[in-house]
């Protein structure tokens, strides 16, 4: 092929060598560092997990933490106490041996009479004392299943999670609602092989209708109490009903969980309660806490009587939910842990447009 001839206005140039030098490496520019800046005075910032649009759950309105036994230990009032009883009970011992002499003294039958008596008191209060330390210790076969259950979930034990789900299983097994969930568990256990699914499946099969129960006598005691103290003449009244619909929310809640306390048991609990509730300030209540519960602009078209019912059947509400966290024998893991504002609606159904 014939190479066409060059124009004349380009004239021709020879081919030439040049000398390419390496490229200097790019140099990355960085930036300087920002300087720290302070906010205004009125900015704010609001931490994620306190955030209404980040939260997850926008409708809780509980601000307590969860409640938690306190730690047992040996101090000084029970080294007191328990070497004043232990002096008592000799007293009493010298003055049952001087009374029974003399009536032996004074006729053969009264003092036969007297040793029968003493044999039936005694068996009688070793009876009690049993029944008691049998209460105690269901109550902590409770916390310590309860640990067991954080324990195998978090390190991921199989067979602790089988073992905790057994104990679970016999300690709630009196109750009817669970008895579909036995069975679940019983043909299900097999197939699942994570430690923590075990347990909240154990968890939603044989409490969340428990949980059911408990959520039923929290909403009536806070009912009879928000009733009875609006409507109540007298403030030793309220004071005494309230303390009686406690006791015994704490204990239909502890023996709905199989806990099944004694005497000593239930004033071990509610002492817990009662502590809790004062550590997290929940014990304070006035027109700050129906502000907050009840809404700004509620609680002044409320009247002072049925205002103070509301406050004071939210403040059972509380404490049954306290009793619930200390009694039931797994942590809320796989099942909503019920808030203050899950019952608002049920206290005040004809403010809230609700119906109980």
Known sequence: MKRPPLSPQTPGRRPAAFAVEPDEP???KTAAPRAPQSFDDGVEIVPDAADP????????????????????GLSLGKIAAGAFSLLVSLAIGLWLDGLIRDLFTRADWLGYTAVTLLAVGLLALFSLLAREMIGLYRLEA??????????AAAEGRKPEARAVVRQLARLVSARPETTRGRATLEASQEDIIDAP??????ERELLAPLDIRARALIIGASKR????TAVSPRAIVDLAYVLFEVFRLVRGMAELYGGRPGTVGMLRLMRDVITHLAVTGSIAVGDGLAQQILGHGLASRLSARLGEGVINGLMTARIGIAAMDLCRPLPFRAVKRPGIGDFVSDLTPSITGKSA
């Open 26 to 28: 790019m140099r990355q």
């Open 53 to 72: 649009f980040l939260g997850e759950d926008l409708q809780s309105l509980d601000p307590v933490a969860v409640a938690k036994p306190r730690r047992r």
């Open 142 to 151: 409770v916390q310590t299943l309860k640990a067991e259950a954080e324990k």
């Open 197 to 202: 699914q075990l347990i909240e499946l154990a």
């Open 225 to 228: 109490v928000s009733v009875v």
